[in-house]
C-alpha cells in the first residue's frame, strides 16, 4: 500500500438556515386504534379465479337493522332513516353527541350468528354519508371491524371510513384472521370521535368461504390527501431535505509544500448517516445460527435498531417462557454496535396490568411495594444495559396503558423518568405513543392526551429528550400536510422526535410503498425529526406478517424499493470527482461520517471524517 503524505486535506462544514414549515388549517380529527390493530386485510398475490358474481355466500351481518348500540351509550343516539335514490331503503342515523377517548368507547354491533373459517374470504358492503359534522372537511367517520366479541377481541378487520356528505359505497374485502365458532364474532361500526351524525346503510358481509380468493373481490381504493406526483409539499420537503440534511462539504488537497494539487481524483463515501435510519430486530435471531439474510439486511439496511421485545419487562419476568434474558439483550446489542448500530432500549414501563409481568400482580393491594418494585426495575434495567443504548423508552403508550398512574397519579411517571436517568446518564430518554401520526389529521383524544402527558412531564421538572411517535399506520393514511402539522404541534414542546414503530398495514402493496416513500420524504423533511425506525423489516419476523420491506420469502415489496432508493442511494452521498485548479472539490453532501479518499500521481490517502450540522472548517496536516 502507498503511503501518501505530503498533502493537506480540510473540509469545510457552513451553516445553513432552519428549515421553515408551511401551516394549514386544522382537517378532521381521525380515529386512535388499539395498540395491536389486526390487519386490515391480509395481503394476497393470490390470482383471481374471476368466480365473483357466480358464487353464492353466506350473508353474516342481517343488514344494519340488526347493529345495535353498544357501550357509553348515552353518547350517542340512533335512529333508523328512510332513503331515496339508493338502492337500499333505510339507514341508521347515528348522532354522536359527546368526543370519546377511544373509537371503541360508543358503536354498533352485532353478533355474527354463523360460525367463521380461518382464512375464509369475506366482502363488507356499505354505504355512509355525513350528515352533520363539525370538522372544517366535513367528513365524518367511523370504522368497520369484525372481532371477537370477548377478550383479547381478536381481530379479522379494522377499516377506517371518513366520508363527505354524498353517499359513498364502501367495500372492504379481507379474510378472517381466526376462526369464530357461531355467535362469537362481533361487526361493528365505530361511533367514538368527536361529534358527528353520520347515516349508514345498504350493509352486506359476505362469507366466500374458500370459494374465491381476496383478487376475485371489488375494493375501494384508499387514498391520502398529498398523493399526486405534483402536490405542493413535494417539491417543499425536497428544499427542506436539501437545507436541513445536507451541509457544503470543501475538500482541499495540497501537496507538503502546502500548494494546491489540481486534478487530484477524489472519492466521498459515506459511511454512516447522521439520520437515524432504523427497525425492530429479534435479538434472538442475530445471536443464533443460520438467519443470514436477516443479519446481512439488518447490517446493510440500517444504523439503528430496537429489540422487537427483549427488553421489555413481562418477558425477562419469564412470562413467556425461557430464552428472554437481559444476558440475551445485551449480546444482542454488542452485536448491532459491532455491525455499526445504535439500539434504542424499549421499554422500561409500559403502565398497564396486561403488559406488566405477572408476578406484580401480587402487589397489587400493597401500593408501597407495587411503586417500589417498578421503581427497582427502572434502576436495575437501565443499570444492566447501561452504555449499551443510545435512547430509553421510559414510558409506553400513557393514553391507553394506565393503571399505574390510576393507582399512584401521574407524579409516578416523574420517578420513572428519574430513575432511569440516575442509572444511565447517557441514554436519551423517550416517551413513547401510538396513533399520535396514524389515522389522518387533526386533533384527537389521544393526541391531546400526548401533548398533556409531555407538558406534565417538563412542568415536573423530568429529565427527557425525546418524543417516540410509533406510526403502526392502517387504511386511514395521512397525508404529507397533516403529517407537517402534527410534528409541528409536538415539536414546540422543544423535545427531538422520532418515529419508533412504523408500518402500515394495506393489502395493496404497491400504495403502501407510495405511503412509504412520501412518509419517509415527509419525516425526513422534518426539522424535529431524529429517525425513523421501523417495527421489523421482514415478513419472516413480523407482528402483523407484513413489514414494509421484505415478503417471507426474502422478494422486496415496493415498500422495500422505496426504502433502498431513498436511504441507500438518494440520501446519502457516494460521489468520485477531480479538484479543481484550486486544488479544492465542494459539494453538498449529507451529514455523517465519510471515508474521504484522494489519490494523485500513484499516491492515494483516506481519511473519516465527520459532517456535523455545525462546526468549522476541519483541517488535516500531514506530515
Ligand atoms: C408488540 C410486539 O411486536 C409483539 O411481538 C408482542 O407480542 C407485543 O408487542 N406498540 C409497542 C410495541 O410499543 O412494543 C408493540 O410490540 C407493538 C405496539
Known sequence: MSRFSGWALSAALLLALGACIKKRPPAEPAPSAPSAPAAQTSGSAEAPTGKYGQVQGVE?????????????????????????????????????????????????????????????????????????????SGEAQTELVMELARPPWAKSVEYPVRVGHDWSKIYVRFKAERSYAAGEAQLIFRLGYAPQTLQIGGV???????????????????????????????????????????????????????????????????????????????????????????????AELFNTAVFENNLKWQPLDGDWGSGWTVDVASKGADWLSAHGIQTRGHVLVWPS????????????????????AVNAHVTELATAMRGKLVHWDVLNEPFDNHDLMDLFGDDVMVEWFKA??????????????????????????????????????IDHGVPFDGI????????????PEDLLQLLDRYAKLGKQIW????????????????FTRDFYTTLFSHPAVGG??????????????????????????????????????????DEVAKTDAAGTYKTRAFLGKYALKVSSGGQSKTIEVELLPAGGPVVLKLD
Open 60 to 136: 353474516l351481518s342481517g343488514g344494519i337493522k340488526a347493529f345495535a348500540l353498544q357501550g357509553k351509550t348515552e353518547r350517542a343516539s340512533v335512529s333508523m332513516v328512510p332513503v331515496d335514490g339508493q338502492p337500499f331503503h333505510e339507514a341508521l342515523r347515528a348522532e354522536v353527541k359527546e368526543k370519546s377517548g377511544n373509537t371503541w368507547d360508543v358503536q354498533v354491533a352485532t353478533r355474527v350468528a354463523k360460525p367463521v373459517t380461518y382464512g375464509d374470504v369475506i366482502l363488507a358492503t356499505f354505504y355512509v354519508k355525513a350528515e352533520a359534522s363539525r370538522q372544517e
Open 204 to 298: 352486506t358481509v359476505e362469507n366466500f368461504g374458500k370459494q374465491l380468493v381476496l383478487a376475485d373481490l371489488p375494493t375501494t381504493k384508499i387514498t391520502y390527501p398529498g398523493m399526486a406526483a405534483d402536490a405542493p409539499w413535494r417539491k417543499a420537503a425536497a428544499d427542506r431535505i436539501e437545507q436541513l440534511r445536507k451541509r457544503e462539504l470543501a475538500i482541499v488537497v495540497q501537496d507538503k509544500a502546502g500548494r494546491p494539487v489540481a486534478g487530484a481524483e477524489v472519492v466521498v463515501h459515506q459511511t454512516r448517516q447522521a439520520f437515524g435510519f432504523g427497525s425492530a430486530v429479534v435479538a434472538q435471531t442475530l445471536l443464533g445460527k443460520g438467519n443470514e439474510r436477516y443479519k446481512e439486511l439488518t
Open 353 to 372: 396490568w396486561r403488559n406488566l409481568p405477572r408476578s406484580l400482580k401480587r402487589l397489587e393491594k400493597e401500593p408501597v411495594k407495587l411503586r417500589a
Open 420 to 457: 432511569a436517568r440516575a442509572a444511565d446518564p447517557n441514554a436519551k430518554l423517550f416517551i413513547n405513543d401510538y396513533a399520535i401520526l396514524s389515522g389522518g389529521g387533526g386533533d384527537t383524544p389521544h393526541r391531546d392526551h400526548y401533548e398533556k402527558t409531555i407538558k406534565f412531564l
Open 468 to 479: 417516540g411517535m410509533q406510526g403502526h399506520f392502517g387504511a386511514a393514511l395521512t397525508g
Open 499 to 514: 418515529i419508533t414503530e412504523y408500518d402500515v398495514e394495506l393489502e395493496d402493496e404497491a400504495l403502501a410503498g407510495q
Open 532 to 573: 425513523i425506525l421501523m417495527w421489523g423489516f421482514w415478513d419472516g419476523a413480523h407482528w402483523r406478517r407484513n413489514a414494509p420491506l421484505y415478503r417471507k420469502d426474502w422478494s422486496l415489496k415496493p415498500a422495500g424499493e422505496a426504502y433502498r432508493d431513498l436511504v441507500l442511494k438518494a440520501w446519502r452521498t
